[in-house]
């Protein structure tokens, strides 16, 4: 990925650009942070310019009364993005170590958009972990067996924002790193984050009775720095998620398990579906993959096909 930059980089308004961080992006204007951490809203040099949370980038103070400009986004280690309406890509977030997927008992948790943030972690080369939270409310059984994450090798912590169990695990989980925590609505997100970071006072709220749903309370995401270094991006809930569209022959990549046996499989370019001497689906048979994951697996390769197919 390369430098973006939209035109002369210093202009007679504006001092020379210096390095900064977008810690909020909403739309035509970002927050970026400067080396003291000072926040600046900042105009967007150009409409090619799409900064988003984590980004690295150039601005430029104002020198007499117009705003402040950021003028360029360095290239981005990686980027968290998913398909948008209009069958494009759109970008969630970038420079991400580590993924927080969160579930709770309410709302109801889905186990197959907890596989789909995990693809996307594995497919953007971040860490990632499942945070169940909401222990005190009791387990998730019913819907989602954490135990499922925790066979391929994924942590999975049981938290409680209410009670504080769990919460000195996830700030281990998260020093030194830029994670981001994502989930649905209502999961409690912004809760945890609010007990783990003293003086920081997010909104909350609460599930609504009526649908069992969160209410969307979060709007932006937004960068937190952690007391003992490293920082957390929170994020609003969504109620579903996908990774980009790519290739249906890479989705296996995207599935740890699967991807650990495909050369076992009789043919290269095996697809783990409907062919012969799959070592994959014989791990499926004989218990070792889970039949939930490779399920998922398959929806997400159906998936891909019909957006691609869109595009
Ligand atoms: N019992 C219990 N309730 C919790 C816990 N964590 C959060 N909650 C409650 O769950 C509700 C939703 O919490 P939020 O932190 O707003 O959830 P969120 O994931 O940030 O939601 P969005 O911003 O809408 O994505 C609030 O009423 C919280 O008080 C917990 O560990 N236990
Ligand atoms: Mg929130
Ligand atoms: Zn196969």
Redesign the pocket.
């Known amino acids: 990925m390369s430098v973006r930059s939209a035109g002369p980089e210093s202009t007679t308004t504006h001092a020379d650009p210096e390095p900064g961080r977008v810690v909020a992006a909403f739309g035509r204007h970002v927050l970026v942070e400067d080396a003291q951490r000072i926040r600046h809203r900042c105009m967007i040099a150009g409409r090619r310019l799409r900064p988003v949370c984590g980004d690295r980038v150039r601005w430029a103070r104002p020198t007499d009364q117009s705003k402040a400009l950021l003028v360029a986004i360095e290239p981005r280690h990686n980027e968290l993005a998913r398909p948008s309406r209009r069958g494009q890509t759109e970008v969630l977030a970038a420079n991400i170590d580590q993924l927080l997927g969160v579930v709770a008992p309410v709302p109801q948790p889905d186990p197959y958009i907890v596989d789909r943030y995990l693809a996307a972690a594995e497919l953007m080369d971040a860490e990632a972990c499942v945070i169940v939270n909401k222990s005190d409310l009791g387990d998730t059984a019913a819907t989602l067996d954490p135990d499922e994450f925790k066979q391929v090798g994924y942590t999975v912590l049981k938290t409680s924002a209410d009670t504080g169990t769990g919460l000195e695990p996830l700030a281990t989980l998260m020093a030194g790193k830029t994670s981001i925590i994502v989930g649905q609505?209502g999961v409690g997100?912004?809760?945890l984050l609010n007990a783990l970071i003293p003086g920081l006072e997010?909104?909350?709220d609460a599930v609504s009775d009526a649908t069992g749903e969160?209410k969307h309370?979060?709007t932006a995401s937004v960068l937190h720095h952690l007391s003992g270094g490293g920082e957390i991006i929170?994020?609003?809930?969504v109620r579903d998620f996908a990774p980009p569209t790519m290739e249906a022959g890479s989705v296996a990549s995207a599935f740890r398990e699967i991807a650990a046996l495909a050369d076992r499989c009789r043919f290269s370019d095996c697809m783990h579906l409907k062919e012969p001497d799959c070592a994959v689906k014989a791990a499926v048979e004989s218990g070792v993959i889970s039949a939930r994951r490779y399920e998922s697996y398959r929806r997400l390769v159906r998936l891909m096909a019909e957006l691609g197919s869109r595009a």
Do not use: Y
């Open positions: 609505s997100k912004s809760s997010l909104a909350i969160g309370t979060t929170d994020s609003p809930g």
